[in-house]
């Protein structure tokens, strides 16, 4: 089968295992997420998913010294040391993407040892190698070198203050200093002296606020504030070192040695300890795991703890539950359920179940389940472990010690010895592909045993020294085995002889396989070769380059070979079998710190395994490619496998027992639980009983209370309306009044405003044509001062040329600039989000505060006092006006003469605005750039923030589902409850009964009694003649005393009686329930119904103010021609002869001085209510204050039942309004034609209608309506078709 096209491969899956040395071996990258070393790479792991992805370091990258993540938990920096004896480098990474984002390095470093970022993540410090311990602060966004300092003394943690980013700690052995960044250069000063100075310190860290915790190795905490050394606090740990410390909001954690880990909290979070101590010890916990904890990492939320072991275990630990969890118990949980501390000796897959099988140096066994990601199955033993081998079914695992080989059977949870075999250190050993038998190596045999029977059924000789690896064929009757003989030996296991050999010398093989047919095997040793053998003859090789091949692994299909190497790197080959091609190289993947030792693959070979010296487990996913195409792989379906585990008889029994053992104390907790509850249940009732006769009391008393307080409510609204229209009637009256005394002055004000008017006419006629002479004279100098701006206007374009060219080199500058800045501008567009946020709710607290001005201006619009004083001072607001045109006009004299000097000064202005607006277009233009940028990194950040919001309201779907079952779990507890409650009354009433009963049984044992003592008296008498009267007496007494108690007790149970009570408040319940739900659902038809009429009110106002606008557009109109018109009539009036000014234009018609006569005269009242505005104007300013109140007020009930007043009784005001008269025309001519000023005002004030509008304007004949009759008249249409509310 041709190879041709065929390439593979592999995914990084899953890791169980870690790599100690690394300073901060684990850090949170987020609430849900840590990071520590394992192999090569990085491993991030979901504490909530389970899930792993990984940090994959490059090819020249040889170890990872130290790491620390940014605050803002969006990027993390890791120390590499370079292989080939090259400089160390920092790389930054993008957790979110995984992918590189810069990389630092500094010539004066040779390694990085430490790292730390600042509080706003734009800076960090690094810490080089001996001998100089350069310390190095960078910006490391734009890649450039702050300071440098060399501190000359080793140091272990660096640190930068959280309030203050030139503010830096430093801690080692005999070493706690704070630096500070002056004027780019780094200044250190010591912050304890004497012996504390002269302890080893061995971390520290920050406190809220300006404190700094610093742990020694004696066991002690230094508090330092302020750069000073406040107190020392003598921790758990006093003579033993602590290996590392970490506050947070409530104190700080500290670890040591043998699992152990403090928790101290500050004295005033709980008011405890000395106060001259300002930390106490909370709590001490301690881990199954017996090895040094460390690091320590605290997630940003502080809910969860990281924890890494010396060991190369990580744990997490619950700090957000710590005042709960109780000392004595284990709260640690193991990533992967615990890993391999040591080098991986064994490995073996499964068939059958999804398990891996694995043994190591550090005498433990694990079984993995790689399917959830867990140890199913861990033991750890006394003696050393060499080889381990599990059965296809999964039920079975032998395992090699020094001194024997053991059979195990796998069980739930344990590992149960069933038998063992005399071979001592038992390097190698395999079950056969259908597990009737297994293969052990014994030195330089290999020997054949029996799966089921043990028996011994043949033994392999031929090897001369030790054989490192056998392999069975496809059909288990032949087996191929390699060793450091130099020797590869094939086997016919019918006869236990071998068919094939091949020898070479000075050749030490390390692994054997076999091809799918079984007619040839791949074999690789410490000659750098892998070599193909067929028919004991060599056919084809590989040479490895000079990398020694420890594993090989064949696929089922003979196609991908995979070669683990003593570099920890796992190689793939294009390999066929009958390909008369030569073999391809594949890809190469560096995975592990130590060599390979063993390699598996699943039975659908769709999972890779590989284990090495380190301890680690790598799983990959294996992929394969053929003609460019990815080959489609079935999912994992977990009912494939078999799910079937093997339990003890013993284990059964023992269950059994301890269940029936349970069981007989929950019958005796039952029985308990029932007396208790019917003790509850007497107290209950009669409580009951007393509850329900003061409730009965207490209704009564209310109802009483209610009725007279709704007679009281009745009566009140009476007066109160009464008072209301009493109210209206007399300020419609002072309205009336007060409209005909305003007419009457207005319009002496308008005589007066008119002979204003022609003055200001005559005098704009002088002033224009002055303006013309000016003009005139004034033209050949606007002609030269033009003919100048014309040159300069040249010499301008000239420099636009020159000033475009150097545009777009600074345009070059700006976009290196730009992309510079990108990186700043997320951590300010957060800023400006959350100072958004609060002008968010700033705004909120603001409409609130209109809510409360919205009800005092409604108040104070029914305040009717206020509004006559602002009428008056709206009167003397008139008359300063009229003063004040006169002095606009004597200003407008001077003003012409200074317009020549204006001329030049604007001439001036020309040329520096024009130079002005051509930078302000370059500006213009810069800006529009500045804007397109901001506006792609806001798209962007949009695209980053959309998942999270989708990820949000998941989880908000399933808060809501967890609450239903909430529900759900409640309203089934209450059932079970009631339930309950029945059954325990029913006991009760049985035991009565059975009380009763007793009782009876015992009265009527003493009856018998009684009755058989008088029967023995009656015996012992002679005399017949007594015993007839004795026997009456006897029958009297018992028969039928007893026949009385018999119907005495015929009295009916109350139990029915009870029952009955139970079914008539049940079904009073449930009619109660349905009548609850109608009312429910008729408020919310309510509801709905002044929803919508809220809706129409407002559009109803809408329309009204677009009318409004138009009206007050045709106004506006209609004013400016009627100023034309008087302006036209006040000139013919000068033209025409002197006799006809001195004559009256128009007499008094008989109509106008009847209507004069018949009105009564104006009687002065109290004023109720007024406004210094006409009608039509107030009508629009409430319309405009409701519209306003309408938007910013709530869409509550109560607030849509008071606009409704308000409008109802504006349009009553409205209507009444409209059913005065406008004004007549020939009234209107009348008034114009008047000649003097006394006369006219006389005059205006008997022609003057009273229903007439104060400050309704004046209507000639045949013109437009005036504003106010429009408006009320648009008003009666409108409330004519608005349907009654």
């Given at each position: 089968m041709a190879a041709e096209g065929v390439t593979a491969f592999l995914d990084y899956a899953f890791c169980w295992g870690a790599r100690a040395g690394v300073r901060d071996n684990v850090v949170h990258t987020g609430e849900t997420s840590i990071v520590y070393p394992a192999g090569r790479h990085l491993c991030v792991y979901s504490t909530e998913t389970k899930e792993m992805s990984f940090l994959l370091q490059a090819e020249s990258v040889e170890s990872v010294v130290a790491m620390a993540a940014s605050h803002n938990r969006k990027y993390l920096g890791v120390c590499e040391v370079l292989a080939e004896g090259a400089a160390g480098q920092v790389t930054i990474f993008n957790v979110a993407s995984e992918k590189r984002y810069r990389t630092l390095t500094h010539p004066d470093c040779k390694t990085f040892t430490a790292i730390t970022f600042?509080?706003?993540?734009?800076?960090?410090?690094?810490?080089?190698?001996?001998?100089?311990?350069?310390?190095?602060?960078?910006?490391?966004?734009?890649?450039?070198?702050?300071?440098?300092?060399?501190?000359?003394?080793?140091?272990?943690?660096v640190s930068f203050s959280p309030l203050d980013n030139v503010q830096i700690a430093t801690s080692g052995p005999g070493l706690l200093k704070l630096w500070r960044l002056q004027e780019a250069t780094l200044k250190g000063f010591n912050m304890v002296s004497g012996k504390a100075a002269a302890q080893n310190f061995t971390d520290h860290s920050w406190a809220p606020g300006d404190r700094l915790l610093a742990s020694t190795d004696q066991g002690d905490v230094l508090v330092v504030e302020q750069g000073e050394l406040r107190s020392t606090v003598k921790t758990r740990f006093s003579g033993t070192p602590i290996h590392t410390l970490v506050a947070y909001s409530s104190g700080f954690i500290i670890a040591g040695s043998e699992g152990r880990m403090s928790v101290y909290e500050k004295n005033d979070a709980r008011d405890k300890g000395d106060d001259k101590e300002p930390y106490h010890h909370f709590k001490t916990f301690k881990s199954p795991e017996a090895h040094n904890i460390v690091s320590l990492s605290i997630s940003p939320a502080e809910e969860h703890l990281g924890a890494f072991f010396s060991s190369n275990q990580v744990a997490i630990f619950p700090i957000a539950n710590i005042d709960i969890l109780k000392e004595d118990v284990n709260h640690f949980s193991f990533v992967g359920s615990g890993f391999h501390s040591a080098s991986i000796t064994g490995l073996d897959v499964c068939v059958r179940k999804p398990l891996v099988a694995t043994c190591g140096a550090d005498r433990s066994v694990r079984v993995w389940n790689y399917l959830d990601k867990s140890c199913e199955v861990c033991r750890v033993f006394q003696d050393d472990l060499t080889s381990i081998?599990?059965?296809?079914?999964?039920?079975?695992?032998?395992?090699?010690?020094?001194?024997?080989?053991?059979?195990?059977?796998?069980?739930?949870?344990?590992?149960?010895?069933?038998?063992?075999?005399?071979?001592?250190?038992?390097?190698?050993?395999?079950?056969?592909?259908?597990?009737?038998?297994?293969?052990?190596?014994?030195?330089?045999?290999?020997?054949?045993?029996d799966t089921y029977t043990f028996?011994?059924?043949?033994?392999?000789?031929?090897?001369?020294?030790?054989?490192?690896?056998?392999?069975?064929?496809?059909?288990?009757?032949?087996?191929?085995?390699?060793?450091?003989?130099?020797?590869?030996?094939?086997?016919?296991?019918?006869?236990?002889?071998?068919?094939?050999?091949n020898v070479t010398r000075n050749v030490h093989y390390s692994c054997v396989v076999y091809n799918q047919a079984g007619n040839a095997a791949i074999g690789c040793g410490d000659d750098h070769k892998i070599t193909e053998f067929i028919k004991s003859a060599p056919s084809r090789e590989v040479k490895t380059q000079g990398i020694r091949v420890t594993q090989l692994l064949l696929s089922n299909n003979d196609k991908i070979l995979f070669a683990g190497t003593t570099d920890?790197?796992?190689?793939?080959?294009?390999?066929?079998?009958?390909?008369?091609?030569?073999?391809?190289?594949?890809?190469?993947?560096?995975?592990?710190?130590?060599?390979?030792?063993?390699?598996?693959?699943?039975a659908d070979e769709s999972q890779l395994f590989l284990?090495?010296?380190?301890?680690?487990?790598?799983?990959?996913?294996?992929?394969?490619?053929?003609?460019g195409e990815v080959a489609e792989k079935k999912a994992i379906d977990p009912a494939n496998f078999l799910d079937v585990v093997l339990v003890t008889r013993a284990d059964v029994?023992?269950?059994?027992?301890?269940?029936?053992?349970?069981?007989?104390?929950?019958?005796?907790?039952?029985?308990?639980?029932?007396?208790?509850?019917?003790?509850?249940?007497?107290?209950?009732?009669?409580?009951?009983?007393?509850?329900?006769?003061?409730?009965?009391?207490?209704?009564?008393?209310?109802?009483?209370?209610?009725?007279?307080?709704?007679?009281?409510?009745?009566?009140?609204?009476?007066?109160?309306v009464e008072a209301i229209q009493n109210m209206e009637r007399a300020h419609m009256k002072a309205a009336e009044e007060l409209e005909s005394l305003y007419e009457k002055k207005l319009a002496i004000e308008a005589q007066r405003y008119r002979g204003l008017l022609h003055e200001k006419e005559d005098m704009e006629c002088s002033y224009e044509e002055q303006l013309e002479i000016t003009k005139s004279k004034y033209n050949s100098v606007i002609m030269k001062l033009k003919n100048e701006y014309e040159a300069k206007t040249k010499e301008q374009q000239d420099a636009y040329y020159r000033l475009k060219d150097e545009l777009a080199n600074t345009k070059a500058q700006y976009e290196e600039f730009v992309r510079q800045q990108d990186e700043d501008h997320e951590d300010e567009v957060l800023k400006v989000q959350q100072v958004h946020k609060r002008q968010l709710e700033e705004e909120q607290e603001a409409v609130l505060n209109l809510k409360s001005q919205s009800a005092i201006m409604r108040r104070r619009f029914d305040?009717?006092?206020?509004?006559?004083?602002?009428?008056?001072?709206?009167?003397?607001?008139?008359?300063?006006?009229?003063?004040?045109?006169?002095?606009?006009?004597?200003?407008?004299?001077?003003?012409?003469?200074?317009?020549k000097n204006d001329i030049r000064d604007r001439e001036q202005t020309i040329d520096n605005k024009e130079k002005r607006i051509s930078e302000l277009r370059m500006k213009a233009k810069e800006l529009e750039k500045i804007k397109f940028v901001l506006d792609y990194k806001y798209k962007e950040l949009k695209k980053e923030i959309e998942p999270k919001e989708t990820q949000i309201q998941h989880m908000k779907g399933q808060i809501k589902e967890m609450d239903e079952e909430l529900e759900r779990d409640v309203r089934t507890n209450h059932a079970l409850g009631q339930a309950l409650n029945d059954k325990t009354h029913k006991i009760d009433n049985l035991n009565l009964e059975i009380k009763r009963q007793r009782g009876l049984v015992h009265e009527k044992d003493r009856l018998i009694q009684l009755f058989v003592t008088d029967l023995e008296k009656l015996v012992t008498e002679i005399d017949p003649s007594y015993w007839r009267d004795a026997i009456r007496q006897l029958y009297r007494t018992y028969v039928k005393k007893g026949s009385k108690?018999?119907?005495?007790?015929?009295?009916?149970?109350?139990?029915?009686?009870?029952?009955?009570?139970?079914?008539?408040?049940?079904?009073?319940?449930?009619?109660?329930?349905?009548?609850?739900?109608?009312?429910?659902?008729?408020?919310?038809?309510?509801?709905?119904?002044?929803?919508?009429?809220?809706a129409l009110l407002i559009d109803e106002l809408n329309s009204l103010r677009r009318e409004k606008r138009l009206l007050e557009v045709k106004v506006q109109e209609m004013q400016s021609e009627l100023q034309l018109q008087n302006a036209q009539r006040m000139r013919r009036g000068r033209s025409g002869s002197a006799d006809e000014e001195g004559r009256p234009l128009r007499s008094e018609t008989p109509t106008s001085a009847a209507n004069a006569s018949s009105r009564p005269p104006s009687k002065g009242g109290r004023v109720h209510k007024g406004s210094a505005l006409s009608m039509n104007e107030q009508v629009s300013n409430e319309r405009a204050k409701v519209m306003a109140m309408l938007q910013q007020l709530d869409e509550s009930n109560r607030e849509i039942e008071g606009q409704r007043f308000e409008i109802k009784r504006l349009r009553e005001q409205v209507q009444i309004l409209l059913q005065r008269a406008p004004l007549a025309d020939a009234q209107f001519m009348e008034v114009m034609g008047m000649g003097g000023s006394g006369d006219m005002a006389a005059h205006m004030g008997d022609t003057i209608p009273e229903n007439r509008s104060a400050t309704a304007p004046l209507q000639r004949p045949g013109a437009t309506p005036p504003i106010g009759q429009l408006v009320k008249e648009r008003s009666r249409s409108s409330m004519a078709k608005r349907p009654p509310t």
């Open positions: 600042s509080s706003d993540s734009k800076f960090l410090v690094t810490i080089g190698s001996a001998p100089d311990f350069t310390m190095v602060y960078w910006n490391w966004f734009q890649s450039k070198v702050v300071a440098t300092v060399k501190v000359n003394s080793e140091i272990k943690r081998a599990i059965h296809p079914s999964g039920f079975h695992v032998l395992v090699g010690f020094s001194d024997k080989l053991r059979l195990f059977n796998v069980l739930i949870d344990d590992l149960k010895q069933f038998q063992e075999f005399p071979l001592k250190s038992c390097r190698e050993v395999r079950f056969s592909h259908g597990g009737h038998r297994f293969a052990a190596v014994n030195i330089t045999n290999i020997i054949i045993f028996q011994r059924l043949g033994v392999l000789v031929s090897h001369t020294a030790l054989v490192k690896s056998v392999c069975w064929s496809q059909d288990d009757f032949k087996m191929v085995s390699a060793g450091i003989d130099g020797a590869v030996y094939e086997w016919s296991l019918q006869g236990f002889a071998r068919t094939e050999e920890g790197a796992v190689q793939s080959y294009i390999w066929a079998m009958d390909s008369t091609e030569g073999i391809r190289e594949g890809q190469q993947y560096l995975v592990s710190k130590g060599a390979v030792t063993r390699m598996g693959a699943s284990a090495s010296e380190d301890g680690t487990l790598f799983m990959f996913d294996v992929h394969l490619m053929e003609e029994e023992e269950k059994t027992s301890t269940m029936q053992d349970l069981e007989n104390k929950i019958g005796e907790v039952q029985v308990q639980a029932e007396y208790k509850l019917h003790l509850h249940d007497q107290d209950w009732a009669e409580k009951t009983k007393k509850m329900k006769e003061e409730t009965e009391a207490a209704r009564g008393a209310a109802e009483a209370r209610f009725e007279a307080l709704r007679r009281r409510k009745e009566q009140q609204e009476l007066e109160a305040s009717f006092k206020s509004d006559m004083e602002e009428l008056r001072s709206q009167l003397k607001h008139k008359g300063d006006d009229l003063k004040t045109a006169n002095e606009k006009n004597e200003e407008q004299e001077r003003q012409i003469q200074m317009l108690e018999q119907g005495a007790r015929d009295v009916p149970d109350s139990m029915d009686e009870f029952a009955r009570q139970r079914e008539y408040m049940e079904r009073s319940l449930e009619t109660l329930k349905k009548r609850a739900t109608k009312n429910e659902e008729a408020v919310k038809i309510n509801n709905q119904k002044k929803s919508a009429e809220n």
